[in-house]
């Protein structure tokens, strides 16, 4: 029997990387944009659930207490080879760009 696990299918795209010149714009980095997420019997999922299509620039997780959203999460470091207390995201959420 195969080993049930997760698996996003996603596609990697974007510019090569590189310095930039004050005439031209930056360039930017390849990205990895994720389609959508099968989950397979991962955690609270049980089964094969699909979670997509996720949108090119911007997406959210979001639902109510216990409805799975950190195990969204979960499964996408689980994919990347991360553990989640490896991994430290409150600086992303409560950055911001204006100092006060």
Do not use: C, W
Not at 29 to 46: C, D, G, Q, T
Request: proline share 9%; no cysteine; charged share 20%.
């Amino acid at each position: 029997m195969p080993e049930e696990s997760t698996s996003p299918t996603a596609a990697a795209s974007g510019g090569g990387g590189g310095g930039h010149s004050p005439s031209a714009p930056p360039k930017s980095r390849p990205r990895l944009f994720i389609k959508e997420m099968v989950l397979r019997n991962f955690k609270s999922y049980a089964g094969e659930q699909r979670i997509g299509p996720f949108h090119k620039s911007f997406s959210a997780v979001v639902g109510p207490n216990g409805s799975g959203k950190s195990n969204v999460i979960d499964a996408m470091l689980f994919v990347f080879g991360k553990r989640a207390k490896q991994v430290n995201l409150s600086p992303r959420f409560f950055s911001s760009s204006s100092s006060n």
